[in-house]
């Protein structure tokens, strides 16, 4: 038996190899792909043979298709403790290569237990997000052509198929044709390039100088409501604003930012020698999905020569239904807006349309170009990893055209009207409820509510009561809410925005909290 060389055993490392002559290197590659008798073993180097590919690619989408056909009966939320899965698996990957049978057997006795199924239609929480069938197939072409849309030529489809989407899209939200797109992996990357276009836009030489050790750059101030998503803060603290760099605004009584105490700040500032230089508003805020007064912001930000960027993460794809088109008013005056079809347009994780009309700015911003990424066609092109962080870029395109193609815009607005539909049914259920009150008004399909029931009149003991609530929905397992503070109170959130979810699962949903709330109580 002709012994295994191996790296380690041999003593070798990558940085001491002391003989890299091509003799050696066969005499090692030999020994690596020889199994125990001595014969060349193909499977050791290669792909999976496409026999075995097709077996378990069929294989796995019916898995796929089963799971989802079945989604109802399994637990939406994981009942495991921290540390389970980390006990179940060895602590090295193995030493040899393993069946398929065995990795997917694995699925079902490892990974299951502790998924938390955001593709489950009673998946109420934070703002979720469906993998519909057009979307995961989408996804497995990606994978399979594994393509890097860094420039045009490195995969022309990917760049044209972005640009296409991308102008699909624009329309059927109606932004106007002069916003330029390119997609990011989520909304948080999003505000972080909008406002890093927003800080190339004030002309401080910042790209080339830095702000650190300039005593000729004043603090830059950044203005958004309190409710913004803390993404923005996140993309302040990456781009040397620091937390100081960001104004927070007070909203009024259905959390929209504040007009009035906004252009107060920026006064206020400027009189103490800061430099206003952006203003984000949200369309649909994370905790109660309330709708800042766009229209106002880009009045003010013209007025004030400030960048005006709209976070339509969750909210924007509601604008695709034509009575709500309204909820992009102003956006159309926006330098830049984002939206994210991973949220509510049944792409699957991850897919963030930005737009912006000012692309030459994000480019001055980010573009930086070595002589190995330059091609023939950058005259004629755009290569998209001028306009951002990441070089690498997935062929994310292709799954939002499958479901753009496969829905059309008429399935789509159908099915998030109906969550629109089914949102302002939870609202009025939670209305008309003698022991629940609403939190927040319901522009989208998020209730932001609490259990008040009689006895509890205190802050602290409502909040109290409304943590169990939650936890005994969730632990459930029939249902998953989350929460947020809105001042002092704990308020739950119901959100409507899966794909799968029908008026049953709502109502069912409703059963199940005023059921838990009962046995909370005790009577
Ligand atoms: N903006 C808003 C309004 C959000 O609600 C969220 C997430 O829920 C984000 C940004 C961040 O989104 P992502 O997870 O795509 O980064």
Excluded at 233 to 253: C, E, F, N, S
């Amino acid at each position: 038996m002709r012994p295994r060389i191996r790296f380690e055993d041999a003593g070798l490392s990558f940085w001491s190899f002391p003989d890299i002559s091509l003799a050696n290197w066969n005499a090692i590659s030999r020994g690596t792909m020889s199994n125990e008798t001595g014969d060349a073993n193909e499977n050791r180097i290669g792909d999976m043979p496409t026999e075995e590919f097709r077996k378990y690619g069929h294989q796995l989408i019916d898995w796929i298709g089963d799971f989802l056909d079945g989604i109802d009966e399994t637990r939406v939320t994981a009942a495991v403790e921290p540390g389970f899965l980390k006990q179940a698996l060895p602590d090295a990957a193995p030493e040899e290569g393993e069946d398929m049978d065995a990795i997917l057997a694995d699925v079902g006795r490892v990974i299951m237990p502790g998924m938390t199924h955001w593709n489950h239609p009673s998946f109420h929480a934070y703002f979720n997000s469906s993998g519909s069938g057009p979307g995961i197939l989408g996804e497995l072409l990606g994978s399979a052509f594994n393509i890097n849309g860094m420039l045009w030529e490195s995969c022309p489809a990917a760049t044209e198929l972005e640009e296409v989407t991308l102008g699909w899209l624009r329309k059927l939200v109606g932004l106007p044709d002069d916003f330029w797109g390119i997609i990011y992996d989520g909304a948080s990357t999003g505000n972080l390039h909008a406002i890093a276009a927003a800080r190339a836009n004030i002309g401080l030489d910042i790209r080339e100088q830095g702000l650190s050790g300039r005593s000729d750059v004043p603090r830059l101030r950044l203005y958004t409501s309190r409710h913004v998503h803390s993404s923005v803060d996140k993309a302040a603290l990456t781009l040397g604003l620091g937390r100081a760099g960001v104004r927070k605004i007070p909203t009024d009584g259905a959390f929209q930012m504040r007009m009035d105490l906004l252009a107060q700040a920026i006064e206020e500032d400027r009189n103490e020698g800061c430099l206003p230089f952006c203003v984000v508003g949200t369309v649909g805020t994370t905790s109660t999905t309330s709708i800042d007064p766009n229209r106002s912001i880009a009045e003010l930000c013209e007025r004030e020569g400030l960048w005006f960027h709209v976070d339509a993460a969750h909210g924007g794809s509601a604008a695709i239904v034509p009575e709500m088109r309204f909820i992009l008013d102003g956006c159309e005056r926006a330098d830049s807006v984002l939206l994210n079809p991973h949220k509510w347009m049944f792409v699957p994780m991850d897919l963030c349309a930005f737009y912006t009309k000012r692309p030459e700015i994000l480019r001055d911003a980010f573009s930086l170009i070595p002589e190995y990424l330059r091609t023939s066609h950058d005259e004629a092109v755009q290569n998209y990893m001028d306009y951002g962080v990441a070089l690498g870029r997935r062929f994310r395109a292709l799954k939002l055209w499958f479901v753009l193609r496969y829905f059309g815009a008429e399935g789509l607005i159908a099915r998030i009207r109906d969550h629109i539909r089914l949102g302002q049914f939870f609202a009025e259920w939670i209305d008309n409820h003698i022991d629940f009150t609403r939190m927040a008004p319901t522009p989208l399909s998020t209730v932001c509510f609490c259990a008040t029931p009689t006895g509890f009149v205190n802050a602290e003991s409502l909040n109290m009561i409304n943590r169990k609530l939650m936890e005994a929905v969730n632990r459930s397992g029939e249902a998953y809410i989350t929460h947020t503070m809105l001042g002092d109170r704990l308020v739950l959130r119901f959100v409507v925005s899966h794909l799968r979810t029908t008026e049953e699962h709502v109502r069912d949903a409703w059963e199940l909290i005023q059921k838990k709330l009962v046995e909370i109580r005790g009577h």
